[in-house]
């Protein structure tokens, strides 16, 4: 949430800044600014309030030569949305842009007021910017000896970059709870919230730690952890392609992520399946004996879609690999008291590794003897990768859109290849070579129900102009309706609601008119016939259903099938998601939303 890019270069900076800054919009689009200083050492800071699309038009008109210079963009948190509330924050010669927040901001701000600050905005990063001048004057040290002193009377997350312009030869950096990677130039160096922002600049990166301080100058990096000792951190060579980042022939970063699921998923099985037709991930290296085998319990824990995914492999875990599974909401799951269950093993998933409560619920965790952890991750550097004590990759490649579709796939086809591989360990055999057959046909099954596109198109029609649209499924579908219904209130704002079907009478039913279309997920599965007496019960109250399936239905007035190709049932979770992200796209589309970057949302969610 809310990204942040500076750079110390060579040459003019200020279209590096923006470029940087444009990529790292997924994180926030509320406002943006950037600061530089110019060749008259004089500070020049321009802002706005919308996209960074905004920022650059009001910088066209204007001539900025620097070499220095700190960007932001902004997801609000402190404050509402508003040209002074956007970054960099200034005080007086110490500039300052962040990403997080100060749980005790109000606290410094009467403090710092007292001394005589005046504050311009509602920030919490208006105090760290005062904060830190105060320091630098009463001590007059050093800008980075002022941070190392000072981060110590911030409470909260945060990662910030500063610029101190008496003496703008370098940026410093910190990170406590936010990412910050730093990239490596030939005398220019660059740091941003993500290496997206990099990767057209350098293939050079180094992670900053949890604590760490970096001096950064054109021609020199020195890091300092927290307990103020200089450090060398690792060097890592990027192979992300510059170019999978970019829209390519696509209108929109989901729609192009969409369709990239097959391969995605391609990747995601890559060299996982051994000869003797057993799961092997290299990465996946326990600190202690592979205790997740021997576990009793499996406590999973994540947000929004990667809960979803969660939901699902519940089913799969203790109807194959026969392991009693619990799935949490990981905010709720730090916010109470925890009876841990015997020889249980936490799960964590996220797509970017940098979830504030998923984070926060893994810290927790730790209080309470779980047998060990382990994080499905696609960001190979995130935090929860660092603190987890083992992690698998989902191979995703690169997600942009915030609305999260190649991450759900590959984290299912993750957890069906751990179901498949604790299934072989319990002498499970038949079940786990059944699941790896039917995982390899996956990625081709994606294609043909991709092909569906112009069948989702005529659907979505009918449906954008609807106020609420309902979501049903039984079993493992049930999480996919959740999943389908938050993509599209996501990005097409239309109020969407998912239940599992049989809980319909219990409630919902009371909602069924002919205005409120239901969407039913009903492939040939044990649960058919119910699915069949829950829509003869929706369309004796007159509703408007879709049944989204790969059997023949009776249509009638009112009964519209989505007719969809064949799927096996251990892999239809994953496939029935497909024509629901296309839906959602198409309805969104419909209605002209700025489908990739969705109103008051951002893609990586770190705080909490
Ligand atoms: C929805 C979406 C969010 C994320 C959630 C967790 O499309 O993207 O609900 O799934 O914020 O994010 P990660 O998976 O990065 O922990």
Same mark, same amino acid.
């Given at each position: 949430?809310?990204?942040? &890019?500076?750079?110390?270069?060579?040459?003019?900076?200020?279209?590096?800044?923006?470029?940087?800054?444009?990529?790292?919009?997924?994180?926030?689009?509320?406002?943006?600014? !950037?600061?530089?200083?110019?060749?008259?050492?004089?500070?020049?800071?321009?802002?706005?309030?919308?996209?960074?699309?905004?920022?650059?038009?009001?910088?066209?008109?204007?001539?900025?030569?620097?070499?220095?210079?700190?960007?932001?963009?902004?997801?609000?948190?402190?404050?509402?949305?508003?040209?002074?509330?956007?970054?960099?924050?200034?005080?007086?010669?110490?500039?300052?842009?962040?990403?997080?927040?100060?749980?005790?901001?109000?606290?410094?701000?009467?403090?710092?007021?007292?001394?005589?600050?005046?504050?311009?905005?509602?920030?919490?990063?208006?105090?760290?910017?005062?904060?830190?001048?105060?320091?630098?004057?009463?001590?007059?040290?050093?800008?980075?000896?002022?941070?190392?002193?000072?981060?110590?009377?911030?409470?909260?997350?945060?990662?910030?970059?500063?610029?101190?312009?008496?003496?703008?030869?370098?940026?410093?950096?910190?990170?406590?709870?936010?990412?910050?990677?730093?990239?490596?130039?030939?005398?220019?160096?660059?740091?941003?919230?993500?290496?997206?922002?990099?990767?057209?600049?350098?293939?050079? &990166?180094?992670?900053?730690?949890?604590?760490?301080?970096?001096?950064?100058?054109?021609?020199?990096?020195?890091?300092?952890?927290?307990?103020?000792?200089?450090?060398?951190?690792?060097?890592?060579?990027?192979?992300?392609?510059?170019?999978?980042?970019?829209?390519?022939?696509?209108?929109?970063?989901?729609?192009?992520?969409?369709?990239?699921?097959?391969?995605?998923?391609?990747?995601?099985?890559?060299?996982?399946?051994?000869?003797?037709?057993?799961?092997?991930?290299?990465?996946?290296?326990?600190?202690?004996?592979?205790?997740?085998?021997?576990?009793?319990?499996?406590?999973?824990?994540?947000?929004?879609?990667?809960?979803?995914?969660?939901?699902?492999?519940?089913?799969?875990?203790?109807?194959?690999?026969?392991?009693?599974?619990?799935?949490?909401?990981?905010?709720?799951?730090?916010?109470?008291?925890?009876?841990?269950?015997?020889?249980?093993?936490?799960?964590?998933?996220?797509?970017?590794?940098?979830?504030?409560?998923?984070?926060?619920?893994?810290?927790?965790?730790?209080?309470?003897?779980?047998?060990?952890?382990?994080?499905?991750?696609?960001?190979?550097?995130?935090?929860?990768?660092?603190?987890?004590?083992?992690?698998?990759?989902?191979?995703?490649?690169?997600?942009?859109?915030?609305?999260?579709?190649?991450?759900?796939?590959?984290?299912?086809?993750?957890?069906?290849?751990?179901?498949?591989?604790?299934?072989?360990?319990?002498?499970?055999?038949?079940?786990?070579?059944?699941?790896?057959?039917?995982?390899?046909?996956?990625?081709?099954?994606?294609?043909?129900?991709?092909?569906?596109?112009?069948?989702?198109?005529?659907?979505?029609?009918?449906?954008?102009?609807?106020?609420?649209?309902?979501?049903?499924?039984?079993?493992?579908?049930?999480?996919?309706?959740?999943?389908?219904?938050?993509?599209?209130?996501?990005?097409?704002?239309?109020?969407?609601?998912?239940?599992?079907?049989?809980?319909?009478?219990?409630?919902? !039913?009371?909602?069924?008119?002919?205005?409120?279309?239901?969407?039913?997920?009903?492939?040939?599965?044990?649960?058919?016939?119910?699915?069949?007496?829950?829509?003869?019960?929706?369309?004796?109250?007159?509703?408007?259903?879709?049944? &989204?399936?790969?059997?023949?239905?009776?249509?009638?007035?009112?009964?519209?099938?989505?007719?969809?190709?064949?799927?096996?049932?251990?892999?239809?979770?994953?496939?029935?998601?497909?024509?629901?992200?296309?839906?959602?796209?198409?309805?969104?589309?419909?209605?002209?939303?700025?489908?990739?970057?969705?109103?008051?949302?951002?893609?990586?969610?770190?705080?909490?």
């Amino acid at each position: 949430m809310c990204g942040i &890019f500076a750079a110390i270069t060579q040459r003019n900076i200020m279209n590096i800044l923006i470029d940087g800054i444009k990529k790292l919009e997924y994180r926030g689009y509320d406002s943006s600014g !950037l600061a530089i200083i110019d060749h008259d050492n004089n500070m020049v800071r321009i802002r706005c309030i919308g996209k960074v699309d905004e920022l650059i038009r009001k910088i066209q008109k204007k001539k900025i030569l620097g070499h220095i210079g700190v960007a932001h963009t902004r997801w609000a948190t402190h404050g509402k949305i508003s040209k002074a509330n956007t970054h960099p924050h200034v005080s007086k010669n110490i500039i300052v842009v962040h990403n997080g927040t100060i749980e005790n901001y109000s606290v410094l701000r009467i403090f710092l007021q007292k001394k005589g600050y005046i504050f311009y905005s509602d920030t919490d990063t208006e105090a760290i910017a005062h904060l830190l001048h105060w320091e630098q004057n009463k001590k007059k040290e050093s800008i980075e000896q002022v941070i190392q002193n000072s981060i110590k009377q911030l409470y909260g997350n945060y990662s910030m970059v500063v610029i101190d312009k008496n003496n703008p030869t370098r940026l410093i950096a910190a990170r406590s709870g936010s990412p910050l990677v730093i990239g490596l130039g030939i005398e220019e160096n660059f740091i941003a919230s993500d290496q997206i922002a990099l990767l057209n600049l350098t293939k050079r &990166f180094i992670y900053l730690e949890e604590g760490d301080i970096a001096i950064i100058k054109k021609k020199e990096i020195n890091i300092f952890n927290k307990k103020n000792f200089k450090i060398k951190r690792k060097e890592t060579i990027s192979n992300i392609k510059y170019k999978s980042i970019k829209k390519g022939k696509y209108s929109y970063y989901m729609e192009k992520e969409i369709y990239e699921q097959p391969a995605s998923i391609r990747n995601t099985l890559k060299n996982r399946v051994q000869k003797n037709n057993t799961i092997y991930f290299s990465e996946l290296q326990f600190k202690k004996k592979n205790l997740l085998y021997y576990a009793e319990h499996i406590q999973m824990v994540a947000c929004g879609t990667s809960y979803h995914a969660a939901m699902v492999s519940r089913y799969w875990f203790e109807a194959f690999a026969k392991i009693p599974c619990d799935v949490e909401i990981a905010s709720e799951f730090s916010s109470r008291k925890i009876a841990i269950r015997k020889k249980s093993f936490l799960i964590t998933l996220s797509q970017s590794g940098e979830t504030a409560d998923t984070l926060s619920a893994l810290r927790y965790s730790k209080k309470f003897g779980y047998l060990g952890n382990l994080t499905i991750c696609n960001m190979e550097g995130s935090s929860l990768v660092k603190e987890s004590d083992s992690y698998i990759l989902t191979r995703a490649g690169i997600e942009i859109g915030v609305a999260s579709t190649k991450s759900f796939t590959t984290q299912l086809t993750v957890l069906l290849m751990l179901v498949a591989q604790i299934a072989h360990f319990k002498k499970e055999n038949k079940i786990a070579e059944k699941i790896i057959e039917t995982l390899h046909i996956l990625p081709q099954r994606i294609e043909e129900v991709l092909k569906k596109n112009e069948l989702i198109k005529n659907i979505a029609k009918k449906l954008s102009n609807k106020k609420n649209i309902l979501f049903l499924g039984r079993g493992e579908q049930y999480p996919i309706a959740m999943e389908g219904a938050l993509k599209l209130k996501e990005i097409s704002y239309i109020h969407a609601e998912a239940y599992a079907a049989g809980e319909l009478k219990h409630g919902p !039913l009371a909602l069924i008119d002919k205005n409120i279309p239901v969407i039913i997920i009903a492939p040939k599965n044990s649960l058919l016939e119910k699915i069949k007496k829950n829509i003869k019960e929706i369309y004796s109250r007159e509703g408007v259903i879709y049944i &989204f399936s790969d059997q023949e239905f009776n249509v009638e007035k009112n009964i519209h099938l989505v007719k969809l190709p064949y799927i096996e049932e251990l892999i239809a979770p994953i496939f029935y998601i497909v024509p629901l992200q296309l839906l959602a796209y198409y309805i969104a589309l419909n209605k002209g939303k700025n489908i990739d970057q969705p109103r008051h949302l951002a893609k990586s969610v770190t705080v909490e």
